[in-house]
Nanobody
Framework: QVQLVESGGGLVQIGDSLRLSCAAS????????TGWFRQAPGKEREFVAA?????????????DYADSVKGRFTISRDNGKNTVYLQMNSLKPEDTAVYYC??????????????????WGQGTQVTVSS
């Protein structure tokens, strides 16, 4: 069983940066792939970024991003802290949403469908003001 807690959201201006954290309880978090998703009011939840379980590649983990955030967002993990981060730079008003992290045992970065993740956090609000 894994419990996830997101933090780091807030109200920022266009072009600002935020770092979201997804802290996990439970053991063996390094064997879980984690994805970030977001949901804006009136819209469906959408994939943002994902990182595979540690050891899935020679360099550690694979990552993947939605086209809308490539070059601006970076996902990373610190297994010692049981935490996955989402560094968000050059924020735009269209990034405004509730951001959720989800995890899946042996998850890979190309899992973009939220229905395939087993554990979810409660979400953290990101608002980019113009």
């Amino acid at each position: 069983q894994v419990q996830l807690v997101e933090s780091g959201g807030g109200l920022v201006q266009i072009g600002d940066s935020l770092r979201l954290s997804c802290a996990a309880s439970g053991r063996s978090f390094s064997t879980y792939g984690t994805g970030w998703f977001r949901q804006a009011p009136g819209k469906e939840r959408e994939f943002v970024a994902a990182i595979s379980w540690s050891g899935s590649s020679r360099s550690g983990s694979y990552t993947d991003y939605a086209d809308s955030v490539k070059g601006r967002f970076t996902i990373s993990r610190d297994n010692g802290k049981n935490t996955v981060y989402l560094q968000m730079n050059s924020l735009k008003p269209e990034d405004t949403a509730v951001y959720y992290c989800g995890s899946k045992k042996w998850g890979i970065a190309t899992v973009h469908s939220g229905s395939l993740y087993d554990y979810w956090g409660q979400g953290t609000q990101v608002t980019v003001s113009s």
